[in-house]
């Protein structure tokens, strides 16, 4: 895999992981074009398209899209697999994760993204020892105030929107 | 203390944290730069506090504004900071910061180095896993270089957490650090059976990356992949292995015949769609790779065809889209299994996802015949009326004419039936591709000659109508097709009709509004018409015709004459000329057809696009060769630097070459590009041709009436292409029909032989075309060479992992392990002065002093300390080292080096690595120092003044590791020397003592220096600004080569050398504080003197001195 970016309907940026060295401007133009197209894309359309030389695979979690960019010879299933299987760690960790838990705890989604892929090859395929290592590396942090987790209605508008479950699309 | 502690935090509540960050930036849409900057300014605040807690915060904020696109790379270095953390929560954050803001070209990555090999060897199995993850994302060639050996070396870690992250970044090592793959692929394959999944599969995803990029080296690992393939049961590690074998395959037919069995069991047998999809594919790869002819196989191919029918008629779209990918990649080997399925992928031409119907045209690419080409660009056809957008339209027509046109027209039986396809074409409106239609247009008419008759009657008819194409022409691109047809019309005018009316149309005033290099055709095919027209007349008796048309050029000619585009312009009032001159001819009654005629006499003949390429370069003719020799190197070029220095020497500054060069460079292309531009001659990149239509001052305020028209046109008088399909069907019949009875003929000839003739669906060869097509090839020059393209990509990474892996270990071949060589070098010219040999410690003498320490309570305790100055500079560092030994007698080695900062003109790194040389177990060891006002040992946050540091390991028996330990400098002008103190337990099976150790560490000022290379241009530029104070040492009965004393100063004071001209040389050198030390040396009858320059003049004085003594000690 050569990069992962997480962005919102509305374009917003979530997450991003690259996994092949690029320098800061490239990666941003990527980053606009893809968001752009894949926005672009309508809902029932398949979850692939040819970019470049690449293959992009996204897939749509209530307003969140994941998006994974492999080569020509890689596996478009097992990587709409590892997405899933991310929203899945993603989801057991926070309990029902919406995006606001990825917004508010961002290093935390990169600590698991880290614990489950590395390098762009999936490291652990079982859900189990993810979490766990996950668990035993926060055990170790101290609680700091980067526990705060934040409850809907805190915030401005529109949170309504992104605080709904990413299953429940 | 406490207070500091509780000030720290009482500070940090006013601080903002992540939360708080992103909370205000989403309070602010409006203003969200501006509330940015502010929160940046803060950031910039906390990061210069000591508080390595507020310091984390801080970055970790810069982390996420880094993701929202700001740059942050001014943090970089408080990033390293907040990595060499001791806290984890902290490292963490660190390491996150690193992996998302740092690449390559992040300078103090080099920084790092010590502090990731500190995480990787920490006894904290996540200290490990977070250096690793992060390196994972920053790796660069250095990095890789100097950590390969410690990676390595994790590979086998106790831990199976660690030992999987270490396969996996092995990977990244080797892309970066291509001499790290043989050493460490042993250990790798090893790792192929390990006992935990995890790590077996890292190691399968590793060697499967590296196997696809370049196979050949891992065939020998085939047998151990089959094994794993028939065995595990993990769907990711499968698909890997089957992924592997696919790249394999091609390499070894034997593998594929051998896969093909258990491949084909894992389709029957698999639930999992990604595993499926990956066997077919590789099924796929291996029937492609054996040679066709393997009857037994159809089988499985039907098996893979069967399944990826079951995918495309799936409704979920990823799988029909992957089903229809995977289908094509069939149709190229075995297009006959899939063509018996274009009823479903027709269907997927239907689909509401255009991306499964860009597909699926792909697959009708493959899948025509000359049996069913028409059938299925009608349906095509219908598509194009249907469509919606013209991007998918316009994708259909280029499909269209790909399918139609593909390997030189194979499939087209009836070239009148895709001349009226063209035809029909035209009347897409929107579309981009008009030149894509014109030039199959012409390519067409030029080489297939029986064609022409009935091309050039529908390109005049074309011309006709051609006011129904232009209608709205500025966003249609369509119009190109009437430079095709104007072109066809008059290059092959004898088979018009009538080539009066064609001529008439060609000169309507319309035509004025059309794209310049359209009319510039028209007006040349204008003038062959006109030609044609002279010869049709000519003996005949009316010349009235012939005069009338000649009055119609030069009615209609001036208007394009007046044209904007110099194209027309020129053409035309040539062309009007010569009308003119041949009225007055006609006048006189004088017959010129035959002279006119010869103006466009002569053939064209189609030129194969690489013909040029292709000539064979003659034998003795070598390219490359100078026709005349270069004009050599300017002498002036090797002055002497000694001007620079003798004072009573003026000073010449020399002329700059290059800059000079340079200007006068582009100064000349400037020029070139000048003529260029005035030489009608030379092809300029040709600007678009929309482009010179809008600038043509004289049609732009013509208003253009735009026509909308919702229904697609309809070119009066058109043949459909349809006629010509049904025409086709009946002819096929009737062909069928008399093959029949020939058949039964035959079979009633030959009865009895017995050979049963298959008179199943007819075959292609089967169907003739409908008139005899004769295409003309592409013409090649004589003996033209084979065709020599696809060469890799040099830049691709991977090909520098092509690497043998099977060849043995040579000795050579070992992972750079970087140590704080304990041995003397064996260099030239030190061999003298090198006496720190650890093996003899009591020879040392020491030069400097001596410390002896009595133990008060135990008796035994000598302790000597020894400053002998050893340096070992490195030619691939910055840094710099000065190599000092302190031995114990007993119990201790320890051996420092200085490392000067680039990056930090007031830090000084000092690693030491201690060697337990006793039988006992040394433990609980602490370091102190004595600051001085100057010099500080840089304690943890909160730690008093007088506080030592505890070295993070303990040593049992024979073992060693480094502790590294940072010193802030103020000034470096100066030599330091810092009294430190080492205590340490030696536990013993029986007893434990309690020792304490006094050393002394030597900052030189030679350590401050870094060895930095200069160009003499630069150099002189320098000593020229006047800003130097100046300096100089004579050292008497120095008795060695020069060549062996420059190589001295270079190696022990980090000097290069800049320029030498016999026994004179200049050097340079650079301070960590970014002063510059010049040096002149020059040598006389055992007397050298060296005249120095330094902008710092004490600091000058100094490093004179001590090489003074390094001269001294000889």
Redesign the interface.
């Given at each position: 895999m050569q990069f992962m970016l997480l962005f919102s309907r509305q374009g917003k940026l979530r997450l991003q992981k690259w996994y092949v060295p690029l320098s800061d401007k490239e990666k941003k133009k990527i980053t606009r074009e893809l968001v752009q197209t894949v926005l672009a894309r309508k809902p029932k359309m398949c979850s692939f398209l040819e970019w470049r030389d690449l293959k992009i695979v996204y897939k749509r979690y209530a307003s969140l899209y994941f998006c994974c960019a492999i080569e020509d010879q890689d596996n478009e299933l097992i990587t709409l697999e590892i997405i899933h299987r991310y929203v899945e760690l993603l989801d057991k960790y926070f309990g029902s994760v919406c995006e606001l838990d990825i917004i508010f705890n961002f290093e935390k989604a990169y600590f698991i993204l880290d614990e489950f892929l590395l390098g762009g090859e999936a490291q652990e395929t079982s859900k189990k020892n993810v979490l766990k290592a996950i668990e035993q590396a926060d055990l170790l942090q101290e609680n700091l105030d980067f526990q705060i987790r934040l409850f809907p209605g805190v915030l401005g508008p529109n949170v309504s929107a992104e605080s709904s479950g990413l299953f429940q699309s | 203390m406490a207070l500091k502690i509780v000030k720290g935090s009482i500070d940090r509540m006013f601080d903002k944290?992540?939360?708080d960050l992103?909370?205000g930036i989403?309070?602010h849409k409006e203003d969200e730069a501006k509330y940015i900057s502010t929160c940046i300014d803060e950031i910039k605040q906390e990061l210069k506090q000591d508080n390595i807690?507020v310091k984390a915060n801080a970055v970790?904020k810069l982390?996420?504004l880094q993701?929202?696109?700001y740059?942050v790379?001014w943090a970089a270095f408080n990033i390293v900071e907040v990595m060499s953390s001791s806290?984890?929560?902290y490292k963490?954050?660190g390491y996150?910061a690193a992996?998302?803001c740092f690449?390559?070209?992040t300078d103090v990555i080099m920084l790092t180095t010590n502090q990731i090999r500190k995480d990787l060897s920490s006894p904290?199995q996540?200290d490990t896993?977070?250096a690793?993850?992060g390196l994972?994302?920053?790796v660069t060639p250095d990095l890789a270089r100097d950590l390969a050996n410690d990676i390595m070396t994790l590979m086998s870690h106790t831990k199976p957490?660690i030992r999987?992250?270490a396969v996996?970044?092995m990977?990244?090592v080797f892309l970066k650090y291509p001499e790290s793959l043989r050493p460490a692929f042993p250990r790798l394959k090893e790792k192929l059976e390990d006992p935990d999944p995890?790590v077996q599969?890292?190691a399968v995803?590793?060697i499967c990356?590296l196997a696809?990029r370049n196979p050949k080296n891992y065939l020998s690992l085939a047998p151990l992949f089959f094994k794993l393939m028939t065995s595990s049961t993990?769907n990711?590690v499968l698909?890997k292995i089957i992924?592997l074998f696919?790249?394999l395959t091609p390499l070894e037919p034997r593998l594929g015949k051998k896969l093909i069995e258990p491949l084909t069991n894992l389709i029957h047998s698999t639930s999992a769609?990604?595993l499926l999809?990956?066997c077919v594919n590789t099924v796929i790869a291996v029937l492609i790779s054996l040679s066709s002819g393997m009857p037994n196989h159809s089988a499985s191919i039907q098996l893979c065809v069967q399944k990826l029918r079951i995918l495309i008629e799936d409704s979920d779209?990823?799988l029909?889209?992957?089903g229809l990918l995977a289908m094509s990649k069939i149709l190229k080997t075995h297009p006959k299994s899939v063509q018996s399925h274009k009823d479903l992928i027709l269907q997927c031409l239907d689909d509401?996802?255009?991306?499964?119907r860009l597909r699926a045209l792909d697959l009708l690419y493959g899948m025509v015949s000359k049996k069913n080409l028409m059938e299925i660009v009608k349906k095509l056809m219908l598509h194009v009326d249907k469509a919606e957008g013209t991007t998918y339209r316009d994708e259909l027509l280029t499909k269209i004419i790909d399918i139609c046109s593909q390997s030189n027209y194979q499939y087209i039986t009836n070239f009148e039936w895709y001349i009226s396809i063209l035809v029909e074409l035209t009347r897409l409106e929107g579309t981009r591709h008009g030149h894509l239609i014109a030039s199959q247009m012409l390519d067409v008419a030029i080489r297939v000659k029986a064609i022409r008759a009935f091309a050039v009657a529908q390109m005049a008819m074309l011309l006709d109508n051609a006011h129904l194409l232009t209608g709205n022409m500025q966003r249609n691109g369509i119009c190109e097709v009437l430079y095709a047809a104007a072109w066809i019309c008059g290059e092959f005018s004898e088979h018009l009709e009538d080539p009066n009316q064609t001529l008439e149309a060609m000169l309507r005033p319309k035509v004025a509004t059309l794209p310049g290099h359209i009319q510039a055709v028209y007006v040349q095919n204008a003038a062959k018409l006109f030609a044609t027209v002279l010869r049709k007349h000519e003996g005949a008796t009316d010349s009235q015709a012939a005069q009338e048309t000649s009055q119609l050029l030069v009615e209609r000619l001036p208007l394009f004459v007046q044209s904007a585009n110099l194209e027309v312009q020129e053409r035309a009032s040539c062309i009007l000329q010569l009308v003119k001159y041949i009225q007055k001819l006609q006048q006189k009654d004088v017959e010129v057809a035959e002279e006119v005629s010869a103006l466009f006499a002569g053939e064209l003949n189609p030129v194969a696009p690489k013909a040029q390429k292709k000539v064979p370069v003659p034998e003795g003719l070598d390219l490359d060769a100078w026709i005349n020799e270069p004009p050599s190197e300017s002498e002036s070029e090797d002055e002497k630097p000694k001007a620079v220095f003798a004072k009573e020497e003026t000073k010449h500054s020399r002329p700059r070459h290059t800059e000079v060069d340079e200007k006068e460079l582009a100064r000349r292309r400037e020029a070139r590009k000048q003529e260029q531009a005035n030489n009608p001659f030379y092809i300029k990149s040709s600007p678009s041709s929309q482009k010179v239509y809008q600038d043509a001052p004289g049609v732009e305020h013509i208003p253009v009436v735009q026509i909308d028209l919702s229904v697609p046109l309809k070119v009066p008088g058109m043949p459909m292409s349809d006629q010509y399909l049904k025409l086709e069907e009946e002819r096929r019949q009737k062909e069928k029909a008399e093959k029949k009875k020939k058949e039964k003929k035959k079979k009633r000839e030959k009865h009895g032989k017995g050979k049963k003739h298959d008179s199943g669906p007819e075959s292609e060869e089967d169907i003739t075309p409908a008139h005899h097509v004769d295409i003309v090839t592409e013409e090649m020059p004589e003996n033209a060479l084979p065709s020599d393209d696809d060469d890799k990509d040099p830049n691709d990474p991977h090909k520098a992992l092509d690497i043998d892996l099977d060849k043995p270990l040579a000795d050579t071949e070992k992972l750079p392990v970087r140590t704080h060589r304990s041995e003397p070098l064996k260099s030239p010219g030190e061999d003298g002065d090198v006496e720190s040999v650890p093996q003899e410690p009591k020879k040392r003498s020491s030069k400097e002093k001596k410390e002896k320490k009595k133990d008060k309570d135990k008796d035994r305790k000598v302790c000597q300390l020894d400053f002998s100055v050893r340096r070992i500079t490195d030619s691939n560092k910055n840094g710099c080292y000065l190599e000092t030994k302190w031995v114990v007698y007993t119990h201790l080695w320890a051996v420092y080096d200085i490392q000067g900062n680039l990056q930090d003109g007031s830090q000084v790194v000092v690693s030491v690595i201690f060697e337990n040389k006793s039988d006992s177990f040394l433990k609980s060891m602490e370091f102190n120092v004595l600051d001085s006002l100057n010099s500080k040992l840089q304690r943890p946050e909160g730690a008093g003044p007088h506080d030592g540091l505890v070295v993070p390991f303990q040593l049992p028996p024979g073992v060693s590791n480094e502790a590294r330990f940072i010193f802030s400098v103020q000034s470096i002008v100066m030599p330091q020397k810092l009294k430190g103190t080492l205590t340490f337990i030696v536990k013993s099976e029986d007893s434990s003592t309690h020792e304490k150790l006094d050393f002394k560490l030597h900052f030189t000022c030679t350590s401050y220096l870094i060895t930095t290379p200069c160009y003499s241009d630069a150099y002189a530029k320098l000593l020229e600004s006047g800003d130097l104070k100046s300096s100089s040492l004579r050292l008497e009965g120095v008795n060695m080569p020069f060549h062996h004393l420059l190589a001295r100063i270079c190696f022990h004071h980090h000097f290069s050398v800049v320029e030498r001209i016999d026994s004179c040389a200049s050097m340079y050198s650079r301070s960590i504080q970014g002063h510059h030390v010049c040096l002149l040396v020059k040598t006389a009858d055992q007397t050298v003197s060296i005249d120095a320059k330094c902008d710092e003049p004490s600091l000058l004085g100094n490093v004179l001195d001590e090489i003074k003594q390094t001269f001294s000690q000889c």
């Open positions: - | 944290n992540l939360q992103v909370r989403r309070n807690a970790c982390t996420y993701m929202l696109g740059d790379s806290k984890f929560t963490r954050i996150l992996s998302q690449h390559e070209g904290n996540y896993g977070v690793l993850t994972s994302c920053f957490y999987k992250k996996l970044i990977y990244k995890g599969s890292a995803n590793v990356e696809r993990n990711w698909i992924k696919g790249a769609m990604s999809y990956e779209q990823n029909k889209y992957l509401k996802d255009e991306s499964i």
